[in-house]
C-alpha cells in the first residue's frame, strides 16, 4: 500500500465535529472531484472508504445520497468503486447547499483545514517520503489550482502551478511543508512516517559525508606517504641510511615501516615525541634531501 493511500486512509476515518467544518470538507471533496463541474456527476476511485466517505459525506451535509457503484477489474485483486449523483435534480441540490453558505466556507482556521482535507483525499497524492518529498493537486481547472494554492497559504504553504494536458498541477517541495501541511489536515501516522524517514535520510547522509571525508583524508595520506617513502628510499640510494642527517633517521625509519600511519601516529611513536607540525617538517626535510641533485662533499672529492 503506497504513502498515498495510508494518508488518505487515516484522513477519511477523520470526522470533523462543527457543521461549519463538514460542509467545508464536502466542499473540498466535491469541488475537487469535479462533481460540482459541468458533465460531471460521477467520481471513480480504487479506495472503498474514500467512496464511503464522499456518499456519508454527501447525505449528511447536502441531502443527497449517491450511488457507489463497485466494479471488479480481470487481473486485479481490488475492485474500483464509484460515486455517481443519480440525476440532474440531485446535483441542483447540492449546488445549492453550498450557494447558500456563499463565500464564508472558509472563513475559519478549523474549516480551512476540513476543505484542504477533502482536496487532499480526492485529487492529492504525495511520493514516498523515503524516494523524495513531493506532492501535488491535480485540478479541474487553473481557477480551481489558484484558489488551492491561496488557500494553502493561509497555512503557511507555498507551491507552483503546471500545465499537464487540460488540466492544472499544484504542487508542493520539501519535507517541511508537506509535514506541515499533513499537520493541518490531521494526519498523524503520516506526519510521523515522514518524520522518521527525514531522520533516517538525514542520519545516511551525515554517515556518508563523514565517510567520505575520511576517506578522503586516508586518501591524501597513503598518497603523501608514497611520496615520502620514495623519497627516502631514493636518499638511502644516493647517501646510505648513514647519510641521512641524525635528527631525521628515526622519523626515515618510522615511516618506511609504517606507510599507513598519520602524522599523529608517527609523532606518538618516536623515542622522544613531538608535535604533528615536527614530523611534518622532517618528512618535508627528507624530501628536500632526496631531491637535491648537488653531489655530497665524498662524491666531490671522489670526483677530483
Known sequence: MSYSTVAKNELCHIRPES????LAEAYGLLLYSRLLSEGHDSYATETKEIADL???????????????????????????YTVRIPNAGQKKLICARFAEAGG???????????????????????????????????????RR???????????????????????WLFYIKGADDIITLMKVMGAQYAVRHIEQTRNMRDFRNNANR????????????????????AAIRRLIQKKGYAGIPQELREIARL???????????????????????????????LMELAEDKRPSLTEERRNQ
Open 19 to 22: 457543521d461549519c467544518c463538514r
Open 54 to 80: 464522499m456518499a456519508e459525506t454527501t447525505a449528511s451535509v447536502c441531502g443527497v445520497y449517491t450511488d457507489v457503484i463497485t466494479l471488479s477489474r480481470p487481473g486485479r485483486n481490488s475492485p474500483r
Open 104 to 142: 464564508g466556507i472558509l472563513d475559519k482556521e478549523c474549516c480551512v483545514a476540513a476543505f484542504l482535507r477533502g482536496v487532499f483525499i480526492v485529487c492529492g497524492t504525495v511520493t514516498e517520503p523515503s524516494r523524495d518529498y513531493h506532492m501535488e493537486f491535480l485540478s479541474g481547472s487553473e
Open 145 to 167: 489550482c489558484d484558489m488551492l494554492g491561496d488557500t494553502l497559504g493561509r497555512v503557511g504553504i507555498h507551491g507552483s502551478k503546471l500545465q499537464r494536458g487540460d488540466r
Open 210 to 229: 563523514v565517510f567520505n571525508c575520511d576517506q578522503a583524508n586516508i586518501d591524501r595520506t597513503l598518497s603523501a606517504s608514497e611520496q615520502q617513502c
Open 255 to 285: 615511516r618506511l615501516e609504517n606507510p599507513e600511519m598519520s602524522l599523529r601516529d608517527l609523532s606518538e611513536s618516536l623515542s622522544e615525541p613531538i608535535t604533528r607540525s615536527g614530523v611534518n617538517h622532517r618528512l618535508k626535510k
